[in-house]
């Protein structure tokens, strides 16, 4: 699974990308950082390989970021 953060100034972009295997902690990821930051837009799309595009305002997405990482087993 990978997980990266772009900053914009006052907008950020998270994409989330995972293989088809990984689909229940991409799910988990995902809900995780849309329920801590509901006012942020997501796309989601693939087949084998799935990716998820979260936009929204700077703080709520870095807020977003926290939460999918520590979801995701990746930071600390």
Known sequence: ???EFYNYG???KIIVTCW???F???NRVVDA???VAPEVHHESGG???MRTVIT???VPMLRAFKVAKQEAGNGH
């Open 47 to 49: 087949g084998l390989l």
């Open 1 to 3: 699974m990978n997980i």
């Open 20 to 22: 088809l295997w990984e």
């Open 10 to 12: 006052t907008k950020a």
């Open 56 to 58: 929204g305002k700077t």
């Open 33 to 35: 950082a849309l329920f």
């Open 24 to 26: 229940r902690r991409y």
